[in-house]
């Protein structure tokens, strides 16, 4: 499970998602990318869902490389739990993603495996995801 080393402070606040991505928004290492459309809270659960039926769906063939990374605690008070008593304990990390973020990129491999396999990664998912290539991307601008 994907998660920090070490942090400087261990819980934080939930914060706003609001806006588009400023980095990470190109296909920088492989052929293709999946590209969020919504913003959204990704779990390392998800991630690392997801990453397994991207490898699983290419067979060993082609290179996978993640892009984001779960660095924010998520906490949760335990159940049936009065108000009050402070903050509740972390309960998962969670990376924040917003519009135009590339979640995962897949090289090395034909078109047709790369989009199945990105594809299959889309249900692993809690929003809304399109699958981009280099070329289209380099047209656009």
Request: hydrophobic share 35%; aromatic share 8%; charged share 35%.
């Amino acid at each position: 499970m994907l998660m920090p080393k070490r942090v400087k402070y261990r819980k934080q606040m939930r914060g706003r998602m609001k806006g588009k991505a400023q980095r990470g928004v190109d296909v920088s290492f492989g052929d293709y990318g999946l590209k969020s459309l919504e913003c959204g809270y990704l779990t390392a659960r998800q991630i690392e869902a997801a990453r397994r039926a991207i490898v699983h769906e290419l067979k060993r063939r082609g290179k996978v490389w993640i892009r984001v990374f779960p660095d924010k605690p998520y906490t949760k008070r335990a159940a049936e739990t009065r108000m009050g008593k402070g903050k509740g304990s972390v309960d998962h990390w969670v990376a924040v993603i917003r519009p135009g973020r590339i979640l995962f990129e897949v090289g090395g491999t034909d078109e047709e495996s790369a989009l199945k396999a990105l594809l299959r990664a889309r249900y692993k998912l809690g929003f809304r995801t399109k699958v981009i290539s280099k070329e289209l991307v380099g047209e656009g601008s």
